[in-house]
């Protein structure tokens, strides 16, 4: 499942939302308590919540019991009109409150702070399962996000108990302030292609949400593709392969990924046999007899061979992705330029 973020305060929250809907990304991510918003909240937040609930986009919300004063309501399920589908609690909520407001609301409870034992004490409360999520907290300072043993053994704690697992990638192009840093839930991720990271994160949970309010390019449309399709897009530079759809081989080589039917009968004239570096793009040529024509990607540093030429490359920025290559899986190659 992938989501999006907005904020009251993003003059561009709006086209966020409209343009996640018209992908088909339906469900979206918003805060209503954090200190830095400010300005006639009330009105802006109903008109971004109605759009939202009008073009089929669930909104779960973060509040805190700060959030009743700071946007001038009176109980929390006066959200429920607003669109307002799941809610995400800060810490304070008492046993009694939660338990109330999960009658009304999917509960997402705090993932990265939660411990067994309190856990527990929700779950015997009476609270079914299935009206809550596992909710991990997204991190604004650098060098504060989680490190990923402890992300994983809190997973694993919620698995466990059978609750789904969300978690934040950050944005790609505009960053939300005042850092403007990312909003990931991994500090390893902070600096990550967005893509990458969000591909990372759909192998450990249930939904990825971006952080940041920015999905400018084709994130939204990438991560729904690997999601659904398992196809994955990488960028690249070449001079001779165009962009294209390749799938790969069933087996997995240790040094290189291989593209099927691409060997050639036409003549491959040994050029640029130089030295392959990790993410380098290849065909082999009339050297290499029956493989004539047969393209791979590096998957570590090779030596020259007189029988491959190098073609291309992967861009720096995509390496990571090609960690999450599997057997059989669809391959993206979106030619960037020349090498």
Request: proline share 5%.
């Amino acid at each position: 499942m992938i989501g999006i973020s907005f904020y009251l305060q993003d003059p561009d929250a709006s086209n966020q939302i409209i343009r996640a809907a018209n992908l088909g990304v339906g469900r979206a991510f918003t805060s209503l308590h954090i200190p830095e918003e400010k300005g006639e909240l009330v009105g802006r937040m109903c008109e971004l919540l109605k759009l939202a609930q009008t073009l089929g986009v669930d909104i779960h919300a973060d509040v805190s019991l700060k959030t009743l004063d700071h946007l001038g309501i009176a109980e929390f399920t006066d959200l429920a009109p607003l669109g307002v589908k799941g809610i995400r609690l800060d810490d304070g909520f008492d046993m009694d409150t939660i338990t109330a407001l999960s009658k009304v609301f999917s509960l997402s409870l705090n993932a990265s702070t939660l411990n067994e034992e309190e856990l527990l004490a929700i779950l015997e409360s009476g609270i079914k399962p299935q009206s809550l999520i596992a909710w991990h907290n997204f991190y604004p300072r650098p060098e504060t996000g989680l490190v990923e043993a402890f992300f994983h053994e809190q997973n694993r704690m919620f698995k466990k108990h059978g609750l789904p697992i969300y978690a934040f990638i950050p944005g790609s192009g505009s960053k939300r302030g005042p850092l403007h840093a990312g909003l990931p839930t991994l500090e390893k991720h902070r600096f990550m292609n967005p893509y990458a990271a969000g591909v990372d994160l759909l192998s450990h949970v249930d939904a990825v949400f971006v952080g940041d309010q920015g999905t400018e390019g084709n994130l939204l449309q990438n991560l729904s593709s690997y999601e659904s399709l398992n196809i994955l897009s990488v960028r690249m530079e070449s001079e001779r392969l165009p962009s294209g759809s390749y799938k790969l081989r069933p087996d997995v080589s240790r040094d290189v990924f291989r593209l099927q039917n691409t060997r050639v009968t036409a003549s491959v004239e040994p050029n640029h046999t130089v030295g392959r570096s990790l993410g380098a793009i290849t065909m082999d040529n009339d050297e290499y007899g029956r493989y004539r024509g047969e393209i791979q990607i590096c998957k570590r540093d090779l030596q020259a061979d007189h029988r491959v030429n190098v073609i291309g490359r992967v861009v720096e920025e995509d390496l990571p992705l090609l960690a999450f290559l599997k057997p059989c899986h669809s391959l993206v190659l979106v030619n960037e330029g020349r090498k």
